[in-house]
Nanobody, 121 residues
Framework: QVQLSESGGGLVQAGGSLRLSCAASGRTFSDYGMGWFRQAPGKEREFVAAISRIGSTIYADSVKGRFIISRENAKSMMYLQMNSLKPEDTAVYYC???????????????WGQGTQVTVSS
């Protein structure tokens, strides 16, 4: 099993940037596909970005071209660089781990507790 902890959330103005970090501990980090999801009030948790154990990436259309997912296996860390932020990006962002490379929420078995990102207009 892997334990996950997010950090880096905060308040930023529209057009600004934030970098979220996800620290992992437990089972070998490099064995997991990793992803970022987000959940706004009153909405379902939605896929943001995923990265495979070897570094392949995929993004939701809503963030493509603005966000970058990355990982450093030697440090058991994953990141989400968020640029050109919009008010609609406001949500709690969750780090997640899966046994496969996936965009589906149900494929992720391990979750962090989330970090709040608020983008003001």
């Amino acid at each position: 099993q892997v334990q996950l902890s997010e950090s880096g959330g905060g308040l930023v103005q529209a057009g600004g940037s934030l970098r979220l970090s996800c620290a992992a501990s437990g089972r070998t980090f490099s064995d997991y596909g990793m992803g970022w999801f987000r959940q706004a009030p009153g909405k379902e948790r939605e896929f943001v970005a995923a990265i495979s154990r070897i570094g392949s990436t995929i993004y939701a259309d809503s963030v493509k071209g603005r966000f970058i997912i990355s990982r450093e296996n030697a440090k058991s860390m994953m990141y989400l660089q968020m640029n050109s932020l919009k008010p609609e990006d406001t949500a709690v962002y969750y780090c997640a781990a899966a046994s496969i490379y996936s965009i589906r929420r149900n494929d992720y078995n391990h979750w962090g507790q989330g970090t709040q990102v608020t983008v003001s207009s």
